[in-house]
């Protein structure tokens, strides 16, 4: 074995295969992933089978269903209408909606395949539709997409009479066996996600299939992947219900979104350029007005290594220019730091200032913050160094969006693990960090490594905030959070301004956790996180309970987004 440990290219390769089984992020197996998707898919048959056991009879709901049929497929369609057929709740309309060139040979198949009554049409244009469905909710899925029998009953019972659009979770149709599989257990609604994979793709309802057919979308696969895309676009508050449980079925073949990039390009010009990128997501940089001044803060004591790695990769790398360092010095003893420091402030774009007091991470991030000039402030540990060059543009980008609040990095360990890639609430009872100790080339569940997107909180280890938000909500608590969940606090502080929160996938930088502070491993220290731990409990419980960017039905026991226990 020694032998081999000498090795580079063996230990490589190890290392590689450790990776792909999953051991070292605890990822599910695909075995152990069929056998807790087998207990959800019985646990919610039972739950629905409950709820329908509460009614005297199930019978038509108000609610019409429009079938998209972008390349004719008997066997697509015939799937799709046999699912329709076994609704236990039935549509009050069925629509199919076909190019001009397959209306004669879908009527046909209809005649010989399908007792049902349904309309076929060419346009959703209101004046092409029977009135019947123009004046009814519709729900909108394509052929091929297999419908759970009780998505009809669902969608009359569980929607809020105020809704106005809605989506469901999805999973996937295994080709050759038609199993269920792979389920996609969504976020709430998640702008910047559609925006960069349309994980809305399908099963989409609609108060008013008027909203829909304004638009003048081309039938395609992304038809309702980019209507999602405009709603954010039109209305940047727009409020979208999520129904939180697997009722449609999709083909497994699907294309990647990255595909529709023609179509996106021209829908995002207006305001954010589609960057080249070899990934199924979409790397968007949102167009800038101004060049704002970014105030750099970076505490530290002693550390000359980590201190001198992290502004060197800063300087010599990052290729956005209006920025100024904040290295704040929080009684450096070692007399090499000191001296490296005093060449610093000789630098036209550091600044070093001295902070006297014990350690307390939010009391000298305000004590900094103060100090600064920039409209934006960047909170930066003193172990980050820069990998992607562009990582400052693309977070800026994000930050001076008005709807946006707090911007996170995707932090990796040394070793090219995830380190960070957005906070969810829950994980131990208070927060934690999806996708941690993945390797930093996988996609993640549902593409989200890979994909900006929105987090209820991201980690201050790297974090962009608009000075002015950042003391709209008071800076960071440095009373009852010192140490820990200060940037959590702070994030959902600025959340209940009415401001998203993001992860920017394309912002990569290698964070050395806790390299300077040390580890929870003193009798003080412990008593000191346990009581940072039930504040964030106490004060953020709703949003601990119930993590929008998160979903009900995954696990808070580990932090790999696996399916959660239902036995």
Same mark, same amino acid.
């Given at each position: 074995?020694?032998?081999?440990?000498?090795?580079?290219?063996? &230990?490589?390769?190890?290392?590689?295969?450790?990776?792909?089984?999953?051991?070292?992020?605890?990822?599910?197996?695909?075995?152990?992933?069929?056998?807790?998707?087998?207990?959800?898919?019985?646990?919610?048959?039972?739950?629905?089978?409950?709820?329908?056991?509460?009614?005297?009879?199930?019978?038509?709901?108000?609610?019409?269903?429009?079938?998209?049929?972008?390349?004719?497929?008997?066997?697509?369609?015939?799937?799709?209408?046999?699912?329709?057929?076994?609704?236990?709740?039935?549509?009050?309309?069925?629509?199919?909606?076909?190019?001009?060139?397959?209306?004669?040979?879908?009527?046909?198949?209809?005649?010989?395949?399908?007792?049902?009554?349904?309309?076929?049409?060419?346009?959703?244009?209101?004046?092409?539709?029977?009135?019947?469905?123009?004046?009814?909710?519709?729900?909108?899925?394509?052929?091929?997409? &297999?419908?759970?029998?009780?998505?009809?009953?669902?969608?009359?019972?569980?929607?809020?009479?105020?809704?106005?659009?809605?989506?469901?979770?999805?999973?996937?149709?295994?080709?050759?066996?038609?199993?269920?599989?792979?389920?996609?257990?969504?976020?709430?609604?998640?702008?910047?996600?559609?925006?960069?994979?349309?994980?809305?793709?399908?099963? &989409?309802?609609?108060?008013?299939?008027?909203?829909?057919?304004?638009?003048?979308?081309?039938?395609?696969?992304?038809?309702?992947?980019?209507?999602?895309?405009?709603?954010?676009?039109?209305?940047?508050? !727009?409020? &979208?219900?999520?129904?939180?449980?697997?009722?449609?079925?999709?083909?497994?073949?699907?294309?990647?979104?990255?595909?529709?990039?023609?179509?996106?390009?021209?829908?995002?010009?207006?305001?954010?350029?589609?960057?080249?990128?070899?990934?199924?997501?979409?790397?968007?940089?949102?167009?800038?007005?101004?060049?704002?001044?970014?105030?750099?803060?970076?505490?530290?004591?002693?550390?000359?290594?980590?201190?001198?790695?992290?502004?060197?990769?800063?300087?010599?790398?990052?290729?956005?220019?209006?920025?100024?360092?904040?290295?704040?010095?929080?009684?450096?003893?070692?007399?090499?730091?000191?001296?490296?420091?005093?060449?610093?402030?000789?630098?036209?774009?550091?600044?070093?200032?001295?902070?006297?007091?014990?350690?307390?991470?939010?009391?000298?991030?305000?004590?900094?913050?103060?100090?600064?000039?920039?409209?934006?402030?960047?909170?930066?540990?003193?172990?980050?160094?820069?990998?992607?060059?562009?990582?400052?543009?693309?977070?800026?980008?994000?930050?001076?969006?008005?709807?946006?609040?707090?911007?996170?990095?995707?932090?990796?360990?040394?070793?090219?693990?995830?380190?960070?890639?957005?906070?969810?609430?829950?994980?131990?009872?208070?927060?934690?960090?999806?996708?941690?100790?993945?390797?930093?080339?996988?996609?993640?569940?549902?593409?989200?490594?890979?994909?900006?997107?929105?987090?209820?909180?991201?980690?201050?280890?790297?974090?962009?905030?608009?000075?002015?938000?950042?003391?709209?909500?008071?800076?960071?608590?440095?009373?009852?959070?010192?140490?820990?969940?200060?940037?959590?606090?702070?994030?959902?502080?600025?959340?209940?301004?009415?401001?998203?929160?993001?992860?920017?996938?394309?912002?990569?930088?290698?964070?050395?956790?806790?390299?300077?502070?040390?580890?929870?491993?003193?009798?003080?220290? !412990?008593?000191?996180?346990?009581?940072?731990?039930?504040?964030?409990?106490?004060?953020?419980?709703?949003?601990?309970?119930?993590?929008?960017?998160?979903?009900?039905?995954?696990?808070?026991?580990?932090?790999?987004?696996?399916?959660?226990?239902?036995?």
């Amino acid at each position: 074995m020694d032998r081999v440990k000498q090795n580079p290219r063996l &230990v490589a390769a190890y290392s590689r295969n450790l990776h792909k089984s999953g051991l070292l992020y605890q990822l599910q197996t695909l075995d152990e992933l069929k056998r807790s998707y087998a207990d959800y898919i019985h646990a919610h048959n039972n739950y629905l089978d409950e709820q329908v056991s509460r009614f005297d009879e199930v019978g038509n709901i108000d609610c019409s269903l429009i079938v998209c049929v972008t390349d004719y497929n008997t066997n697509s369609l015939l799937a799709t209408l046999k699912s329709i057929k076994e609704q236990q709740a039935a549509f009050s309309n069925l629509v199919i909606y076909c190019s001009a060139n397959n209306i004669v040979k879908i009527n046909e198949f209809l005649l010989l395949h399908s007792a049902l009554s349904f309309k076929v049409v060419t346009s959703l244009n209101t004046e092409c539709l029977p009135p019947e469905v123009v004046n009814s909710p519709c729900f909108f899925v394509f052929a091929g997409d &297999v419908l759970h029998p009780y998505l009809g009953f669902v969608l009359a019972t569980e929607l809020p009479s105020s809704s106005k659009l809605a989506y469901v979770d999805t999973d996937f149709l295994n080709e050759k066996s038609q199993q269920k599989e792979f389920p996609d257990f969504k976020p709430s609604w998640n702008p910047d996600l559609q925006l960069t994979n349309g994980y809305i793709s399908s099963g &989409v309802w609609v108060k008013s299939v008027g909203d829909f057919s304004a638009l003048k979308l081309p039938l395609n696969e992304f038809m309702l992947s980019v209507f999602m895309c405009t709603q954010y676009i039109t209305n940047p508050n !727009v409020h &979208v219900e999520h129904i939180s449980q697997v009722l449609l079925s999709r083909p497994s073949n699907l294309p990647t979104f990255s595909n529709a990039i023609n179509q996106l390009s021209t829908l995002y010009s207006p305001f954010a350029s589609v960057m080249e990128s070899a990934l199924p997501s979409v790397y968007l940089r949102w167009h800038l007005n101004t060049q704002p001044l970014v105030s750099i803060i970076i505490p530290t004591r002693n550390g000359l290594a980590l201190v001198k790695g992290c502004i060197e990769s800063i300087l010599n790398k990052t290729t956005y220019n209006n920025y100024e360092i904040l290295l704040i010095d929080n009684g450096s003893d070692d007399l090499d730091c000191i001296e490296y420091f005093n060449e610093l402030s000789l630098h036209s774009k550091i600044k070093v200032f001295n902070y006297a007091g014990e350690f307390n991470y939010s009391a000298i991030n305000n004590f900094a913050a103060k100090k600064a000039d920039g409209d934006v402030l960047a909170l930066v540990n003193n172990d980050i160094e820069v990998i992607e060059p562009n990582w400052l543009t693309n977070m800026v980008s994000h930050v001076m969006r008005d709807d946006i609040g707090c911007v996170g990095a995707k932090l990796l360990y040394s070793d090219n693990r995830i380190q960070h890639a957005g906070v969810v609430m829950g994980y131990g009872g208070g927060a934690g960090h999806g996708h941690k100790y993945f390797p930093s080339d996988h996609l993640g569940y549902m593409n989200r490594l890979i994909s900006t997107q929105n987090y209820s909180a991201v980690t201050a280890a790297c974090l962009l905030i608009k000075t002015k938000d950042y003391w709209a909500v008071g800076g960071l608590n440095a009373e009852k959070l010192a140490i820990a969940f200060n940037d959590v606090d702070l994030c959902l502080k600025v959340r209940a301004l009415g401001k998203r929160n993001l992860y920017c996938a394309e912002a990569a930088l290698y964070h050395h956790e806790s390299v300077s502070r040390g580890h929870e491993d003193t009798p003080q220290k !412990v008593e000191r996180f346990n009581a940072e731990l039930a504040y964030l409990q106490a004060t953020w419980a709703d949003v601990i309970a119930a993590d929008p960017a998160y979903n009900p039905n995954l696990t808070l026991k580990r932090e790999n987004f696996a399916i959660k226990s239902f036995r």
